[in-house]
């Protein structure tokens, strides 16, 4: 009888100590669940801000602005612009085709 009740003695404790550590790890994996979750959230709100600032960015006076100032883009006038007749793009085609 003596030893059924140590052997169950320490099959009780067994089962509490793990007990414990299951509760433990638990709490652990909830509190991270938790974290991630904020910063998901986090990550969200800063990707909202920047899909604003990107739309504001890309109107079309920004781009023309930006056009300008950065890569010194102009807007076509009759001065500036070449007129290619068909018969001619076509001969050139056909040069470099050989």
């Known amino acids: 009888m003596t030893r059924l009740s140590i052997v169950l003695l320490a099959a009780v404790l067994a089962t509490a100590l793990y007990l414990v550590r299951v509760q433990y790890e638990s709490r652990r994996l ?48 009759p001065a500036i612009t070449e007129y290619v007749a068909a018969q001619e793009a076509a001969a050139r085609g056909q040069g470099a085709v050989r």
């Open 30 to 77: 909830v509190t991270e669940l938790d974290r991630a979750a904020a910063l998901a959230r986090v990550l969200e709100t800063e990707k909202a801000e920047l899909e604003v600032e990107k739309q504001a960015q890309s109107t079309a006076p920004r781009v023309e602005q930006m056009a300008r100032q950065r890569l010194g883009m102009r807007l076509p006038t």
